[in-house]
């Protein structure tokens, strides 16, 4: 990885980490919206992202853990399907819908939707029902749609605007 890379990377993560802090009310709850999984999308301009909203995500569960917002377990189960819809969404970089990156949403929704959806039953529940993981999901997808949707828009401003596009290579 060189220099540039390691510095993306970096700042990925950083960011990522930086606005679930400044909006805590929103990442860490049960029912979220977690702004920073806009950033989901990046994977499809650069595969330095992948890494970045690992370790992002990490240590975003991490410092939620320390503020008592989020339990241990979501250091590993949030951040494991954050790298895999990272990686599945660098798979889709090339499809485009109406030249939006609309088919790279559908991993970060689907992956955080059933693993943290599954993650919440079993933690908050007495049992696991199908009733409640499907709450669980279906709350979780809502706002990943709302973010992805966001990283879309991200996308599609970084490809139309040759500065920051030049950025990336």
Same mark, same amino acid.
Request: proline residues 5%.
């Given at each position: 990885?060189?220099?540039?890379?390691?510095?993306?990377?970096?700042?990925?993560?950083?960011?990522?980490?930086?606005?679930?802090?400044?909006?805590?009310?929103?990442?860490?709850?049960?029912?979220?919206?977690?702004?920073?999984?806009?950033?989901? @999308?990046? =994977?499809? !301009?650069?595969?330095?992202? +992948?890494? #970045?909203?690992?370790?992002?995500?990490?240590? /975003? $569960?991490?410092?939620?853990?320390?503020?008592?917002?989020?339990?241990?377990?979501?250091?590993?189960?949030?951040?494991?399907?954050?790298?895999?819809?990272?990686?599945?969404?660098?798979?889709?970089?090339?499809?485009?819908?109406?030249?939006?990156?609309?088919?790279?949403? @559908?991993? =970060?929704? !689907?992956?955080?939707?059933? +693993?943290? #959806?599954?993650?919440?039953?079993?933690?908050? /529940? $007495?049992?696991?029902?199908?009733?409640?993981?499907?709450?669980?999901?279906?709350?979780?997808?809502?706002?990943?749609?709302?973010?992805?949707?966001?990283?879309?828009?991200?996308?599609?401003?970084?490809?139309?605007?040759?500065?920051?596009?030049?950025?990336?290579?």
């Amino acid at each position: 990885m060189n220099t540039k890379s390691l510095a993306r990377t970096a700042l990925i993560a950083a960011v990522y980490t930086a606005v679930c802090i400044a909006l805590p009310f929103l990442s860490y709850n049960v029912i979220q919206i977690r702004f920073s999984e806009a950033l989901t @999308l990046l =994977p499809v !301009l650069m595969p330095e992202a +992948i890494i #970045g909203l690992t370790i992002g995500c990490f240590l /975003s $569960n991490l410092i939620g853990t320390f503020l008592g917002t989020t339990l241990p377990l979501d250091i590993f189960v949030g951040t494991f399907a954050t790298f895999l819809a990272a990686v599945v969404t660098r798979r889709l970089a090339g499809l485009r819908w109406n030249r939006l990156a609309i088919p790279a949403m @559908l991993p =970060p929704i !689907l992956f955080n939707a059933l +693993i943290v #959806g599954a993650e919440l039953t079993y933690l908050y /529940s $007495n049992r696991f029902t199908v009733e409640i993981f499907a709450f669980n999901a279906v709350t979780i997808a809502i706002g990943q749609f709302i973010s992805c949707a966001l990283g879309v828009v991200l996308v599609w401003l970084i490809e139309k605007n040759p500065s920051l596009k030049r950025h990336l290579q």
